[in-house]
């Protein structure tokens, strides 16, 4: 069915109209991808608000307005010409643009699908001009500064396009999603929408230093904003800021990571994996991370040409970007969150207030170690970390933070308690949960889930700073071992060497346990030895990499932390409690459950209808 060789036509230049219906083939998709042009024009022009009109889900209409410098009236014609730009003049200002266009082609496209018209008036002038597309007719009009411009009827002369186009509701669907991305883009913009005469969307713009806090929860919820950490990283001349999501509200699917590079929103597989890879620790499985992430960086060092929409791009280093990201992420996560949990539920107090809020001073602490890098937060938690490692005083179960006897340290504990994250502690349930109680209500902490966590990010740190010391056993733990377990013992001595822990052949059938890591000391070595060579048994022995360690250093933490139904004291319970506020990612067990949950008073009056 594919014609065969055609006789020879006649090459000729195509006619504009045509190279315009081209370009618009890449650029105008749909309703969405005008509403996406015209925003950026405004944006471009500095507008501060920002009013998109819609009929019939943009079908039949899309107006934006705008209050940004305006189009003076005889530059009208050219702004709809192709290839008329005001951003750059040549190619060393293309290769460092800063604005959302640059290619003068949108107006030109969108004209070429559709029955366009500006009405536009700048400072200068003293009334507007409205500039038909089709006719090229120019009538003066009563307008305020700024600019609107209106799109009927899209794809009226294309009706092949026109018949990809969904129902009125997924158009407008689509519309509401790309003001959304420019509304989490710029925070000190005001954006409305409005379908068929109603107002679908609003987007107030605070002022104020909190305003990407306040439009992030505007948009995306407060849900987010209080289930997510500050991200806030610079690496030479790249700035990562935002907020990362935590990993209970990860999703099924990737349909809530919010990306921007330098203001304009992207899709790049490197910082996407970049932040993934960032979860790796706390995420297991497929779930999705939320976040928002916007990197800023020189111009010069990414290429914003390389898609007619401009949705992808090319960084020069991409690895410097990946490591960037990373860190950026990982660190944010690495904080536990207890230290911030009031500053969440005060934020979400805010949040539906119609003024912007500002930081109060005890945010400080936590915001200015996010921008820290994963190195620092070692040296951090090594800081506030008791003398004698946390680990062993919980496997010894000596939990004491304190001399009981002594009664003015009694009173500092008392004092202090109210200032601690994640309280003071009340009871043990079931010998699995412990309850404490702090400023906003109470804290149930999953014992074994954060002791667990404890333990792990101790053996990591130790491995890291190859500082995992072993201990050896006065009388080695011999045990009857299976020929897998042999073989694996044989084959990974060097590997378990690493670990901290001394397997040796004792008869053919079996192995005794001659050391174990000092953290784990308290332990039973032999259950220890097994799970290990469980572990060990299902990588390669040659090359345990930085994936296979973790999960062997999470084996041995398993195995190491307090298991359910041991009573612990109130001092025990206080003493995790103190650990988990010095953990790095101490929000989540290993397996990305959480370890503690924080109910308020309100909600405990709200369960008990107090107050109504
Ligand atoms: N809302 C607006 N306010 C002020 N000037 C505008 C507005 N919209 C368009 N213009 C002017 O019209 C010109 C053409 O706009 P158009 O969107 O076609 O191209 P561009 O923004 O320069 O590049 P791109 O094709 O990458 O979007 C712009 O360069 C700008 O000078
Ligand atoms: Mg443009």
Redesign the pocket.
């Known amino acids: 069915m594919y014609p065969s060789i055609q006789p020879h036509r006649a090459i000729c230049e195509l006619p504009d109209e045509l190279i315009s219906q081209i370009a618009a083939g890449e ?1 105008v998709e749909r309703p969405a991808s005008v509403v996406r ?2 925003i ?3 944006l ?2 500095g ?1 501060s608000h920002i009013t998109v009109r819609l009929l019939s889900g943009g079908v039949r209409l899309i107006s ?1 307005e ?1 209050n ?4 003076p009236a005889n ?1 009208l014609p050219i ?2 010409k192709r290839h ?4 750059i003049v040549n190619l060393s200002e293309l290769e460092s643009v800063g ?11 969108i004209q070429s699908v559709s029955e366009l018209s ?1 009405l ?1 008036r700048t400072a200068e002038q003293e009334h507007a001009m409205r500039l038909e597309g089709r006719s090229g007719e120019l009538q003066a009009a009563a307008r305020a500064i ?2 609107s ?1 209106e799109v009927k009827e899209l794809f009226y002369s294309t009706p092949a396009r026109r018949k990809f186009l969904k129902s009125d509701a997924t158009e407008l669907a689509h519309c509401v999603e790309a003001v959304r991305r420019h509304a989490l883009a710029r925070p000190h913009v005001g954006f409305e929408i409005w379908h068929d005469g109603k107002l679908v969307t609003q987007w107030r713009s605070p002022s104020g230093e909190m305003s990407l806090d306040y439009r992030l929860a505007d948009v995306l919820g407060t849900d987010f904003l209080q289930n997510s950490v500050a991200v806030q990283f610079t690496q030479g001349h790249l700035h990562v800021v935002g907020r990362a999501g935590i990993p209970d509200i990860a999703r099924a699917r990737a349909d809530q990571q919010f990306l921007y590079v330098n203001g304009r929103f992207v899709r790049d597989k490197v910082v996407t994996h970049a932040a993934r890879s960032a979860y790796e620790d706390v995420l297991h499985g497929h779930r999705q991370p939320v976040y928002a992430l916007y990197l800023e960086m020189d111009p010069q060092r990414v290429d914003v040409n390389v898609h007619p929409t ?1 949705i992808e791009l090319r960084f020069r280093d991409s690895r410097e970007v990946h490591q960037a990201v990373r860190r950026a992420v990982e660190s944010a996560l690495a904080i536990p969150r207890a230290n911030s949990a009031m500053v969440q539920d005060s934020a979400s107090e805010n949040i539906n207030a119609d003024a912007a809020w500002k930081a109060p001073a005890w945010k400080q602490t936590p915001m200015a170690l996010q921008g820290q890098n994963v190195q620092d937060l070692g040296q951090l938690w090594q800081r506030s970390m008791p003398s004698t490692p946390p680990v062993a005083r919980i496997s010894e179960s000596a939990f004491n933070l304190e001399d009981t006897q002594d009664v003015s340290k009694k009173k500092d504990y008392a004092d202090v308690a109210d200032s601690w994250p994640l309280g003071k502690a009340l009871a043990q349930l079931q010998g699995i949960y412990i309850l404490a109680e702090n400023n906003q209500g109470l804290v149930l902490v999953d014992m074994h889930a954060a002791h667990e966590r404890i333990v792990y990010e101790q053996l990591k740190l130790q491995i890291d700073a190859r500082q995992l010391s072993s201990q050896p056993l006065l009388i080695p733990a011999t045990f009857p071992a299976t020929e897998q377990e042999i073989a694996t013992a044989q084959a990974s001595a060097q590997v378990l060497m690493d670990l901290g822990i001394e397997i040796s052949l004792l008869t053919a059938k079996s192995l005794a346990v001659r050391a174990v890591p000092t953290t784990l000391s308290k332990g039973d070595p032999i259950a220890l030895a097994r799970s290990v060579l469980a572990e060990l048994q299902q990588h390669d022995a040659s090359t345990v990499l930085q994936r296979a360690q973790n999960a062997l250093l999470a084996t041995m933490a398993c195995h190491a932390a307090v298991r359910a139904n041991r009573k612990l004291t109130l001092e025990e319970m206080n003493a995790l409690l103190r650990q988990m506020e010095v953990t790095p990612r101490s929000d989540q067990c290993n397996h990305g459950r959480p370890t503690w949950r924080q109910i308020t008073l309100r909600e405990l009056d709200a369960l008990f209808m107090r107050g109504r």
């Open positions: 650029v042009e015209l950026d024009n405004a471009d022009a507008a934006v705008d940004g410098v305006g189009i530059e702004a709809l008329a730009t005001s951003k604005t959302m266009g640059f290619r003068g082609e949108a107006l030109a496209a500006v536009s700024g600019t411009v401009k």
